[in-house]
């Protein structure tokens, strides 16, 4: 499977920007889609994931409130809503695709987007 992600761009602290990723075939009820990003000089982190089928969402904690996961199944497509952005959410975001198992860990993901990169201003 091919993952492209697009949205990514310059924006001032307080802005908003969102994130799509489109598969390029159809994603399975089983399956996992996240986000991660990475910095420069960083191990790339979990930001959320979605379980394609039934939807449930999860955060890292520096992005709860803040940042949204959400599916177009029709699409083959999960977006990345992200507001009251910071300096410190500036990197290249990821996304990714698990056939099944959760995992908050990068390296435990099979399918990875090529990146998009989101800097923040001051």
């Known amino acids: 499977v091919q993952l492209q992600a697009s949205g990514g761009g310059l924006v001032q602290a307080g802005g908003s920007l969102r994130l799509s990723c489109a598969a390029s075939r159809r994603i399975y009820s089983s399956n996992l889609m996240g986000w991660f990003r990475q910095a420069p000089g960083a191990e790339r982190e979990f930001v959320a994931i979605?379980?394609?089928?039934?939807?449930?969402?999860y955060y890292a904690g520096s992005v709860k409130g803040r940042f949204t996961i959400s599916s177009d199944k029709a699409k083959n497509t999960v977006y990345l809503q992200m507001n009251s952005l910071k300096p410190e959410d500036t990197a290249v975001y990821y996304c990714?695709?698990?056939?099944?198992?959760?995992?908050?860990?990068?390296?435990?993901?099979?399918?990875w987007g090529q990146g998009t990169q989101v800097t923040v201003s001051s």
């Open positions: 990714a695709m698990d056939p099944s198992d959760y995992s908050e860990r990068a390296s435990e993901w099979d399918y």
């Open positions: 979605i379980r394609w089928g039934i939807g449930n969402t």
